[in-house]
């Protein structure tokens, strides 16, 4: 997992409904404001959708704070486009899914756990190409919510 502070590397996001039209470098992006990023293993899993439900209804909570710090919020996974479709779809998520769907993202930003399956890693990922916090919860999914809070706090305080 990459630590704050930490230089980003230099990657290319793949167009993502919502995010970038076309494939986009991460540092074109953020050059639009902060992300918070968070990976998943996999769509339709129930700890997966547990996971999206709490960024979903934490973004929700704090939708003026996020846009008054210009934060963006993106989930990442291995799957197909149409299967986050689906999944968007179907539990109302109101932000992106990245489709990953060779790892080459979720490995460089170091979101891949010892058996190549993505963990629960979620970043605030600055303006300025570093990363300005990081967390892993791998099972305890419900510290995403807190991530959130955070994230707004420390984009607003800079």
């Known amino acids: 997992m990459l630590k704050p502070g930490a230089n980003l590397p230099d990657v290319l996001i793949p167009a993502t409904p919502g995010l970038c039209e076309t494939a986009t470098p991460l540092a074109d992006l953020l050059r639009e404001g902060p992300l918070v990023i968070y990976?998943?293993?996999?769509?339709h899993t129930p700890l997966c959708t547990r996971q999206a439900c709490i960024v979903r209804d934490a973004v929700g909570q704090h939708a003026d704070d996020l846009r008054?710090?210009?934060?963006r919020v993106v989930g990442i996974s291995p799957q197909d486009q149409s299967s986050h479709d689906r999944f968007a779809s179907k539990h109302d998520l109101p932000f992106p899914i990245i489709a990953d769907e060779d790892k080459a993202v979720l490995k460089a930003l170091q979101m891949l756990g010892p058996l190549g399956i993505p963990r629960r890693v979620t970043y605030l990922l600055l303006r300025d190409g570093t990363v300005g916090d990081a967390m892993t919860a791998d099972l305890m999914v419900g510290k995403h919510a807190g991530f959130i809070r955070r994230a707004v706090a420390a984009a607003s305080a800079r």
């Open 68 to 71: 008054g710090a210009g934060i």
């Open 39 to 43: 990976s998943y293993p996999a769509d």
